[in-house]
């Protein structure tokens, strides 16, 4: 598994500025988190898409090839950075479950 965040530099209210992605061995997306500059949130895996959040159609690109574009910042980030991450996206969702 691969674990990253990717800054996402824009001005557009419709789309996240920093995207948390779990990754398989060859780089396709098992679980996402999408976080927006005004505290929205989305969140996906295999059975779930909230808050317009969906996996990607295709396995990511390594990440020189994601920061290569001015726009993105990405990096590598722990197992457990990713988990808190996820558990905060999807608390109120497994809550109302419940």
Do not use: C
Request: charged share 30%; aromatic share 10%.
């Amino acid at each position: 598994m691969k674990y990253i965040e990717v800054r996402w530099k824009h001005q557009s209210p419709d789309d996240p500025v920093m995207i948390y992605s779990e990754l398989d061995a060859d780089s396709w997306e098992l679980r996402k988190v999408e976080l927006y500059a005004d505290g929205r949130k989305g969140f996906a895996d295999s059975s779930r898409e909230v808050g317009g959040s969906m996996l990607g159609l295709e396995p990511l690109p390594e990440l020189a090839e994601i920061a290569a574009q001015p726009e993105f910042e990405p990096s590598e980030i722990t197992p457990s950075e990713f988990e808190a991450v996820w558990t905060q996206a999807t608390l109120s969702e497994d809550n109302s479950q419940a």
